[in-house]
């Protein structure tokens, strides 16, 4: 089944503890990319990645970093998270290289607390 | 840059009412793509639909319907006859077309809570 995937679902840490979000997808899709959501806010763009070895700042990207080493991973580092990161968090992919480049896959969510 | 407002934070309905959610939005772009998406309780978004610039024909499927109009940068769904299933989160977004500097980014709204009473 074509999908994005996400782990943890559900993950609660205290400041300062370095955590990681894996994302992967299992479509080939070259373009990746995380959103957070906050109340009020809708969803913003973290930061994105075009290919392997390539990646972008979006939005937001304070206190974060990614990596994209292979076409199927894009995870989500947050070295020293903050009670400011508490958020639900969206892993995305569109296939680029087949012209269908406004069909978002989204993965579904993490539910990060931070305190 | 792009926006997307969705001045209604909050909806409440009763079963059986129809209910238009609101969606304007900003953009310099003459090709251009709007979204609009659900977020139950459950957490997840499930994609309802995409709409191009240079398509403005209203769209229905089953209870759902769309209005778009380029005039006034609006682009509006409309919910006939609601059920409590409907209660959820929705949000319109919008994406430019390839040839933009930031295309693939989904620029969303805030969101409308719509919450249907039996």
């Known amino acids: 089944e074509a999908q994005v995937t996400q782990n943890p679902r559900y993950l609660i840490t205290v400041t300062g503890k370095k955590l990681t979000v894996t994302c992967s997808q299992n479509?080939?899709?070259?373009?990746m990319s995380w959103y957070r959501q906050d109340p009020g806010l809708g969803l913003r763009q973290i930061y994105y990645?075009?290919?392997?070895?390539?990646?972008d700042k979006g939005d937001v990207p304070e206190g974060y970093k990614v990596s994209r080493k292979e076409k199927r991973n894009f995870p989500l580092i947050l070295e020293s998270p903050s009670p400011n990161q508490t958020s639900l968090y969206f892993c995305?992919?569109?296939?680029?290289?087949?012209?269908?480049?406004?069909?978002?896959?989204f993965g579904p969510g993490t539910r990060l607390t931070v305190t | 840059a792009q926006k997307v407002t969705q001045a209604q934070t909050e909806i409440s309905v009763v079963e059986k009412e129809d209910v238009t959610l609101d969606c304007v939005y900003e953009?310099?772009?003459?090709?251009?793509?709007l979204f609009w998406y659900k977020q139950p309780p459950s957490g997840e978004l499930v994609f309802l639909i995409r709409?191009?610039?240079?398509?403005?024909q209203n769209e229905i499927s089953g209870r759902y319907s769309w209005n778009f109009q380029k005039s006034t940068s609006s682009f509006n769904f409309t919910i006939t006859a609601s059920q409590v299933v409907d209660s959820a989160v929705y949000f319109c977004?919008?994406?430019?077309?390839?040839?933009?500097?930031?295309?693939?980014?989904?620029?969303f709204g805030q969101g409308t809570i719509l919450t249907v009473h039996p």
């Open positions: 990645s075009m290919n392997v070895e390539v990646t």
């Open positions: 953009t310099r772009d003459t090709t251009y793509y």
């Open positions: 995305a992919s569109i296939p680029l290289a087949s012209g269908r480049y406004n069909e978002q896959y």
């Open positions: 479509m080939n899709h070259e373009y």
């Open positions: 977004a919008l994406s430019e077309a390839i040839t933009g500097t930031s295309y693939g980014k989904l620029t």
């Open positions: 709409r191009n610039s240079f398509d403005e």
